[in-house]
């Protein structure tokens, strides 16, 4: 692996902001590290960035261990939410700033300030000040000021969570065309789960200074192995075996031979079908339309329910249904909402 952490632990006095971590990044892989505030990832982050120290455990970067190498020796790029940018100095000089502490020659800045510029698609920019750009554009340059050095691995500290929702969907994007265009290892943390499945080939999970799952964006939104995964990655219908039992008998059977009895059924909305029926034994009880999807609000055997539908309306409040579940979408998970997590593997 290209970076490596190892049973990293971080304590601020009687408090633990990190618990025996250990992560791993491919050459070119972009991973997300999510989770909500006071989980420790940015602490995480930090130790990466050498901008604290470890109290246990090791980091490597192909092999070689980087815990005596302060920061500016690290070769890391950094973005955090706040721009950073120098006000008094223009685009251009802001992006070609480490280039020129580094005694770069002038016509080697200027090529690559200008490729930089059209990579983040701002070459109208160059010669303008920070005050003078939206917030979106001043984040664009602060990435191409973090890259502008071939940063070994490249740290993003929840570069997005101080735009609006628009921008943000587009600066995804851009991030994201970026890191592939380069091939730069990145390290981003976030506490939205829409953006860490937009852009991560690999999400690292986190909750009270533990790794509770690492893997693809799609293995931990379709196999949750916990019921804190399952909520953090998304609306979960989550119910208990004689839940399923009374609402969708076939589903019962799928429960893993000798799981915990704290093994619950974890259902995504979109997963369960709906049918307008007289005979059906859940109705509709509330109905919310979003643009593309509609939510359902459904009164099942199960108790309360949501359920997602696409295109044409297929029911209306107050009808009712029969729900169907393919035994395929249903996960069982372990409900540790009464337990401490225990950590994953990553």
């Known amino acids: 692996m290209y970076l490596t952490v190892r049973e990293a632990t971080k304590n601020y006095g009687s408090f633990t902001a990190l618990n025996r971590v250990s992560i791993e990044i491919d050459e070119g892989e972009f991973v997300c590290l999510l989770g909500p505030s006071g989980c420790g990832k940015t602490t995480l982050l930090r130790l990466i960035a050498g901008l604290s120290d470890l109290d246990e455990g090791e980091i490597l970067l192909e092999g070689a261990a980087l815990s005596d190498l302060p920061a500016r020796k690290r070769g890391f790029g950094i973005v955090f939410q706040s721009y950073s940018l120098f006000p008094n100095m223009t685009v251009a000089e802001n992006i070609g700033y480490g ?31 920070p005050g003078q750009l939206s917030g979106g554009q001043q ?55 829409e953006e860490a499945l937009a852009l991560a080939d690999k999400i690292i999970c986190m909750n009270h200074g533990v790794v509770v799952q690492a893997g693809t964006p799609e293995d931990l939104y379709n196999r949750p192995r916990t019921r804190f995964v399952a909520e953090f990655m998304g609306i979960s219908n989550l119910l208990p075996a004689d ?104």
């Open 243 to 346: 839940a399923v039992g009374r609402a969708f008998p076939d589903l019962a059977a799928t429960r893993p031979q000798g799981s915990a009895d704290d093994h619950i059924a974890c259902i995504r909305p979109e997963q369960i079908g709906v049918t307008p029926d007289p005979d059906g034994n859940a109705s509709v009880r509330g109905i919310s339309f979003l643009g593309n999807l509609r939510r359902l609000e459904v009164e099942s055997p199960a108790g309360p329910l949501v359920v997602e539908t696409h295109g044409a309306k297929p029911c209306r409040e107050g009808d009712r249904v029969t729900l169907q579940v393919a035994p395929d979408a249903c996960t069982w998970v372990a409900d540790d909402s009464t337990r401490a997590p225990a950590e994953a593997q990553a």
């Open 139 to 193: 984040q664009r340059i602060a990435l191409a000021r973090a890259i502008a050095v071939d940063p070994r691995v490249l740290l993003l500290d929840e570069p997005l969570s101080a735009l609006d929702a628009k921008v943000r969907a587009e600066l995804r994007g851009e991030i994201r065309h970026v890191q592939r265009s380069l091939g730069i290892p990145t390290l981003m943390v976030t506490h939205d789960q």
């Open 99 to 129: 280039l020129k502490i580094r005694s770069t020659p002038r016509p080697e800045i200027s090529r690559r300030v200008t490729d930089l510029l059209n990579l983040v698609k701002l070459p109208q920019l160059a010669d303008s000040f």
